[in-house]
């Protein structure tokens, strides 16, 4: 009965925008409608409207920030044969950005992939749906902190159950050379991101991305942090597609101003070889243990999209050595211990 | 009764110079021995023997390529808290070699490692014995193709039960500007080694080595192939160990000669920038597919040890790109399909 009731209403708020809804009672059959009646697929164009726009929002912001006419983001659509596709946006050897990549993906399909089934069996023969924004920025001074978002939101459409659907993504960065006073913005912009979910939020969420960017084989965390979350459903859908809305939002608010402080410090070209040198990490962290990074690959997603993470010059030195001498393990032990090794910022 | 004899034979042989053996009466005694009564601990004195030897041989013969006295491998030995160690051998910067490790590791313990004991669940708490040489040059001159070989004696000692032993390992060449007579070269140098083993080694080991270096997300072999063996064991032991060293000899042979012949060609920055590009494919292989590496980063080995294997400077471009154009993309397809498709080279 109260389910039939909350259809019923439910149906009627279709007409009404959405964010009208500000009486408690309609929150709550908004809720049970989401939870109950799961009609998640009206939602999706909702969802892939944002991711696109945040796209073209962030390539607009960080193409301000280059000097040069030239550096911009090349945009290289592509369509994936069972289903769905994607729009890859990548600025290359930019003046500020070294590389850059500002990624969609809309797939879908009747099956999902054996590989996403494995720790779900009872989604086996589902149908879903599977959208994302995902970015890595290597910027070329190595004063400017490595910067990756992603934001990302999937549904599984079993036959005669419920759909599943929940958000997963965050942010973190890396810096090279960081500096206290960075450190502490990103992770108070991260936290004013989040508080008007809860108070707990910025607290967990920090801590699963200290958990997740963890390079176990070096004991060493890949960057500062952020936020990390994952399996995101235990709001309201609208509260959580909110939720994914204000991170999209505090990101480019926390890294821009980053950006813009450090681009210009001169630099010389040993910090350049411990820039090199620190993206080994980077790409060690992304091929051994990043659940994204594998599971596109092992899909059969599209490597060159997936794999525009990388950095565009990395260097490995045996022990930190550079030129025949211990150049590097000095200032990478200062790093980890004083930067990467999980803190308080806020 | 059989084993009875066969044990007091093997007892009073040892004595005997292993090598003086030639009565075929005493192969079968011999073969006997290390099937059954498994005093497989008494070879590993020789085998570390031979991999310390080769080693010490391939450090020499890569230094004599080198025009500079300052070009040597220097040697870092370690320690591993569980039981054994190793001698990491690393020629960083060479004018020839830009950067060459030849490890040399021993390590043993009273428990395998858990991920040693996956597919093989009777080894638990079993005592084990692992030694190994691992090599990887990376030439400066991109004429020069990168080669890696590898080989592994392994035994496991089960409660109660006979111990187990193989041999694995074998070499590969990854070339970046191939030359046709190098590659056949190559794999008839690599032919020769497996000939006096049977006509049917070289075919199944170049076969495996073609099946294990492909990069499933780019669809394309690592490089031109070699040998590639495991689980070696249905030989007798003296006659895997005799083919374990054929392959330490067969792999210099296979090697120098190329070096040499090419190491003095002119090149471009648009070969190096080619070269580097390339050996993304490399990193790209060992961080996300090779076991050896998995395997040993899992099991807390020596990660610079291990790491040895990544080249010195590594670029990642989008889609093949350099400098805003499509630099690299005919290039690679006729490096791919020309030479790293695999092909009957001899």
Chains 1, 2 share one sequence.
């Not at 243990?289 to 060159?304: A, H, K, N, P, V």
Request: hydrophobic share 35%; charged share 20%.
């Amino acid at each position: 009965m109260k389910k039939l009731i909350s259809f019923q209403i439910v149906s009627t708020m279709r007409k009404f925008d959405l964010s009208q809804l500000s009486h408690p009672l309609c929150e709550v059959f908004l809720w049970v409608k989401f939870k109950d009646k799961m009609d998640i697929l009206n939602t999706i164009p909702l969802i892939r409207d944002y991711f696109l726009s945040l796209q073209q929002e962030l390539c607009q912001q960080f193409s301000e920030e280059e000097n040069h006419s030239h550096s911009i983001f090349i945009e290289d659509p592509w369509q994936r044969s069972e289903g769905g596709g994607g729009i890859t946006r990548i600025l290359s050897n930019g003046e500020v950005i070294e590389k850059g990549g500002v990624n969609f993906s809309h797939v879908f399909g009747s099956q999902l992939p054996p590989s996403a089934t494995l720790l779900r069996p009872q989604l086996q023969n589902s149908a879903f749906q599977a959208l994302g924004v995902s970015v890595v920025i290597h910027p070329r001074n190595p004063y400017v902190p490595t910067a990756h978002a992603n934001l990302r939101f999937f549904s599984a459409h079993p036959k005669n159950q419920d759909p599943i659907w929940w958000f997963g993504g965050g942010f973190d960065l890396t810096p090279y050379f960081p500096f206290e006073e960075d450190c502490i913005f990103w992770h108070k912009t991260a936290k004013a991101g989040c508080d008007p979910f809860g108070k707990d939020v910025y607290p967990k969420f920090k801590q699963a991305c200290d958990d997740y960017f963890f390079i176990k084989h070096r004991n060493e965390p890949r960057g500062i942090g952020g936020l990390f979350f994952d399996d995101l459903n235990e709001w309201s859908f609208e509260t959580c597609f909110a939720f994914v809305k204000a991170m999209g939002d505090h990101f480019i608010q926390a890294y821009r101003p980053i950006i813009q402080k450090r681009k210009d410090i001169p630099y010389t070209e040993h910090d350049r070889a411990f820039q090199r040198y620190r993206r080994g990490r980077y790409v060690e962290f992304n091929l051994i243990y990043d659940r994204g990074t594998l599971f596109g690959l092992q899909s059969g997603g599209r490597t060159e999209s997936i794999l525009m993470s990388l950095p565009p010059h990395v260097d490995w030195h045996y022990n930190g050595h550079h030129n025949g001498h211990p150049a590097f393990i000095e200032q990478e032990q200062r790093l980890v211990e004083e930067f990467l090794n999980p803190r308080h910022w806020v």
